[in-house]
């Protein structure tokens, strides 16, 4: 079985839908659309390697195949009965660049991080649609804050990672932590500077002198993470 070995990745993908189900009304059409956008998610590692690795086509295939005719079963009738879904087609774009960087073999890129993280929150957006029943700007708040919070954990992995060395962009990633107390501010929702105080400190506080293995950085980020979620269900509801 293929699956994504990316642990950062599970956040990425559970995150937006956790925010966008618990911020709109439940709706029994959340249950397709949750199994249909987890096999799309499944999906996207056989997709992706066989832009990768040309040897792995004929190991990947069958997967994508799989993964992709029970997504399309489930979401199907989702799009059926919310055709406002197709709005969020633009998700092509993100991934477009996704697999541009791969054909350049250039994922380490900033850019194509964002573009992996906003193909991950068009699930929350997608969530938040089917339980709020109608567009409104409360889907574009919903699509800022998950990429601002993911950038921010963008530039701190790399930070302590394969970048924990790079003076300048341990600086770049607390300046970018300090911003992201003031755009709440700038979007007209200043009380959701809280929801990103404790991965501001995080990123201030933590040395870079001594290395920490992945293990232990990604379960620092899904403490975070958890915390993001909670405090935004709490600020945002």
Sequence with gaps: MVIPKEH???LMFFLPLFLG?????????HIPFLIGWFFIYLS??????IFRNRKQQKKMFPWL??????????????????????LLSFI???????????????????????????TFSF???????????????EVIYLVAWVVFYFMGSTFYVKSMIRER??????????????????IPWLLTVPIMAIAFFPGVIKDWITPRTTALKPIV?????????????????????
Excluded: C, Q
Aim: proline share 4%; aromatic share 16%.
């Design 21 to 29: 189900m618990f911020l709109s009304s439940p709706d029994w059409m």
């Design 65 to 86: 195949f799989i993964y992709g005719f029970v997504a399309i079963i489930f979401l199907v009738p989702v799009l059926w009965y919310y055709p406002i879904l197709f």
């Design 92 to 118: 092509l774009i993100p991934l477009s660049i996704n697999i541009y960087f791969i054909k350049k073999k250039n994922e380490r890129t900033l850019l194509n991080n964002l573009s992996a993280i906003m």
């Design 165 to 182: 060395k790079n003076l300048t962009f341990k600086k770049t990633s607390h300046v970018y932590h300090a911003t992201l107390l003031v």
């Design 217 to 237: 950085i990604g379960m620092i980020e899904l403490a975070n993470g958890v915390v993001f979620l909670v405090l935004s269900l709490i600020i945002l509801s």
């Design 44 to 49: 996207s590692t056989p997709f992706l390697t």
């Design 123 to 137: 699930g929350g957006a997608s969530v938040f649609l089917i339980g709020n029943g109608e567009w409104s700007s």
């Design 8 to 10: 950062g990745t599970w």
